[in-house]
């Protein structure tokens, strides 16, 4: 009984070491002014509201925050947020879920009669996906919880605990409306495994909740009716609606061939394959056919973000990859490490994950820290704030926050109090004109405006 448990503390102490070097660097970019608007301070900002039982509209989305992704796992999220606000919880809960998916993976390793040392190795495939590493430092998404869940329900799959693994499943689907595309996989999955219960179970959840979604939840919350807001992004050649996109996909196949990047989507199944493809064999088949869904739709995206491994959307793809590998170490589940494929998996890590930001990149608004903090002193939190896209995350705690960006119209200012910019680094969105013209607009409307270590500029509306 102890020898069983001796490396199951080792685990957690090395996922809990994991978790706070996560923490640690991602509050490290955030203190280094590098987070974002999209989707740090639009996340923070509807938990906020949540926890302030105010209604819970973006002042940047103008949108509830349900109508955005159905992610009822935000309500859950506005409970710490309750004790003491804080982006923090989000960063520490992101860094968690990532860290300690491995746990379920070493319960995978061990169903699979895996050695000791193999389930070792598998975890550290799991830390070593570049799209981990990378997605724990862009700013915050929810189905980043999932996967932890994700890799449960195929633990549940595979030890026949059916009701467990229906839960697993509702999760996902708490977390983001995109992950019915990972349910309907693991239908297919156990379709071709014969399960046919398990199978039909998953696929009916699959399409009923983007039933839901579609027809009831988003138009109730949304002022035009409309469905999904992915949709007319992602498949913006195939139409507006999920109506659309499914009928010109059936009917005009052509707009495919005509409007699909083809190169980019082959180098996408590349990137998302190369550091884990030489531990895959031919038991990996199954694993891998519950990734299909969302591989195609990321293949047939027209938003290029969506085939990196910089995003999260592909992230739920690396558990199912490093599923596919244990399955593949199974079949000879007591041979010595593979050093060799260990090799390459770390240098692909090496090659796509991006630390080195940390060196370069990330440093370049260091001269502006000490002087926000400083300036947050003169912003009072009732205030309506206009600010950079990358001051949003450090001023979201309000009930109207946005940034400068093309669209807003200047009558936006009719409704703010202060401005803070910066033209000379404009951040996401913005260009200097834009905030160029802004800060003219108030100045003009008599506001008192003053600069800041020369580049950033408060403006301040008189009876403010």
């Given amino acids: 009984m102890i020898e069983t448990l001796k490396p199951r503390i080792r685990l957690t102490t090395v996922c809990t070491a994991i978790f706070l070097l996560f923490w640690i660097l991602s509050s490290t970019r955030h203190w280094l002014l590098q987070s974002n608007a999209y989707d740090l301070g639009l996340f923070d900002q509807w938990i906020w509201l949540i926890s302030k039982r105010l209604p819970p509209y973006s002042s940047m989305e103008g949108v509830h925050v349900l109508a955005d992704h159905g992610a009822l796992s935000l309500y859950i999220a506005a409970i710490p947020y309750r004790i003491f606000s804080s982006v923090h919880w989000l960063l520490a809960s992101q860094a968690a879920a990532l860290s300690f998916t491995a746990i379920p993976l070493w319960w995978l390793s061990e169903k699979a009669g895996l050695s000791r040392k193999l389930c070792w190795l598998a975890c550290g495939l799991w830390w070593l996906q570049p799209v981990v590493f990378n997605v724990n430092l862009f700013d ?26 229906l839960l697993s499943l509702f999760f996902l689907l708490s977390c983001r409306d995109g992950l019915v595309l990972i349910i309907l996989g693991i239908g297919i999955e156990q379709i071709l495994r014969k399960r046919w219960q398990w199978g039909i179970t998953a696929i009916g959840i699959s399409f009923g909740w983007l039933i839901i979604l579609n027809n009831l939840l988003y138009p109730f919350l949304t002022k035009n009716n409309s469905g999904p807001k992915a949709i007319g992004t992602l498949f913006s050649y195939l139409g507006n609606s999920l109506e659309e996109v499914v009928i010109n996909l059936l009917t005009k196949p052509n707009l495919l061939i005509q409007n699909v990047n083809w190169l980019d989507g082959i180098f996408y199944l590349i990137l998302i ?192």
């Fill in 140 to 165: 915050f998404h929810p189905e980043v919880w999932a996967m932890p869940a994700l890799a449960i329900s195929f633990w549940c799959s595979r030890n026949e605990k059916f009701w467990l693994w």
């Fill in 273 to 464: 394959s190369i550091s884990l493809a030489p531990f895959w064999k031919k038991q990996s088949v199954f694993a891998l056919s519950s990734g299909i869904p969302l591989i195609i739709v990321n293949f047939l995206s027209s938003e290029a973000p969506q085939r990196t491994l910089i995003h999260h959307y592909s992230l739920p793809i690396a558990v199912i990859t490093v599923i596919g590998a244990i399955d593949g170490l199974a079949i000879n589940p007591r041979q010595n490490i593979p050093y060799t494929k260990l090799f390459w998996s770390t240098l692909c890590w090496v090659t796509l994950a991006k630390p080195w930001f940390f060196a370069g990149h990330y440093l370049n608004r260091i001269q502006y820290i000490g002087v926000i903090r400083e300036v947050t002193t003169e912003i009072p939190k009732e205030a309506k704030l206009i600010t950079t896209s990358y001051l949003v995350p450090h001023f979201s705690h309000r009930v109207k926050v946005d940034f400068p960006r093309e669209g807003n119209d200047l009558e936006l200012i009719n409704d703010t109090d202060i401005l803070l910019l910066n033209p000379i680094d404009p951040g996401w969105g913005s260009t200097n004109n834009i905030q160029s013209d802004l800060i003219e607009a108030v100045k003009e409307k008599e506001w008192n405006c003053s600069h800041i270590k020369e580049e950033l500029v408060l403006c301040k509306k008189p009876q403010a």
